[in-house]
Antibody, heavy 119, light 115 residues
Framework: QVQLVQSGAEVKKPGASVKVSCKAS????????INWVRQATGQGLEWMGW????????GYAQKFQGRVTMTSDTSINTAYMELRSLISEDTAIYYCVRNAPFTGDFDYWGQGALVTVSS | QAVLTQPSSLSASPGTSASLTCTLR?????????IYWFQQKPGSPPQYLLKYNSDSDKRQGSGVPSRFSGSKDASANAGILLISGLQSEDEADYYCMIWHSSAWVFGGGTKLTVL
């Protein structure tokens, strides 16, 4: 069965970087896009960007441009999201999500990774 | 003004129907967008429910009951998620989403209470 398993919770200081992993199983990573969506506690969903693990193409939300990088290692079926220059407002659960290219069928979600930014 | 606006909360009784709206900002025509809907229960990731563009272009998420359906109200410039035969397990947050200006955009979500 399809699963996206994310790395564990992280605590970072302001100004630091965090890299969250998302290991796919039950399908081939290169056949679908991976999106990243975050959710602050008690708040709504915020889309951060997408990547195509086959081509390496990416697209980032304007808000995160210059501060986020999405990559993948297809040899281990794993996608990554790195967010730099962290501020307290980046404290949130970060989800990886699979979708067929050019669709919004976000059909499988990772369990989420809590990133806490605190001094 | 936000691209997508959802009412923050809605209450409905078991066995009845609930209509959740997702209103597009003025100048963004609902007729040209596919609307995607997600359900999120506390402590869990969102779950994909369905996509609705038109009656001939729609898609149900895997395992999603047919009592969840989508539509559009052109006069209100809104997408609609209709949940019929409400059950207590339908109590959750619901989000709509569209692809707009090269980005996926979520609505703020509606908390549905079934009581």
């Amino acid at each position: 069965q399809v699963q996206l398993v994310q790395s564990g919770a992280e605590v970072k200081k302001p100004g630091a970087s965090v890299k969250v992993s998302c290991k796919a199983s039950g399908y081939t990573l290169t056949n679908y896009d991976i999106n990243w969506v975050r959710q602050a506690t008690g708040q709504g969903l915020e889309w951060m960007g997408w990547m195509n693990p086959n081509s390496g193409d990416t697209g980032y939300a304007q808000k995160f441009q210059g501060r986020v990088t999405m990559t993948s290692d297809t040899s281990i079926n794993t996608a990554y999201m790195e967010l730099r220059s962290l501020i307290s407002e980046d404290t949130a659960i970060y989800y990886c999500v699979r979708n067929a290219p050019f669709t919004g069928d976000f059909d499988y979600w990772g369990q989420g990774a809590l990133v806490t930014v605190s001094s | 003004q936000a691209v997508l606006t959802q009412p923050s909360s809605l209450s409905a009784s078991p066995g009845t129907s609930a209509s959740l709206t997702c209103t597009l900002r003025i100048g963004i025509n609902v007729g040209t967008y596919s609307i995607y809907w997600f359900q999120q229960k506390p402590g869990s990731p969102p779950q994909y429910l369905l996509k609705y563009n038109s009656d001939s272009d729609k898609r149900q998420g895997s395992g999603v009951p047919s009592r969840f359906s989508g539509s559009k109200d052109a006069s209100a410039n809104a997408g609609i998620l209709l949940i019929s035969g409400l059950q207590s397990e339908d109590e959750a947050d619901y989000y709509c989403m569209i692809w707009h200006s090269s980005a996926w955009v979520f609505g703020g979500g509606t908390k549905l209470t079934v009581l």
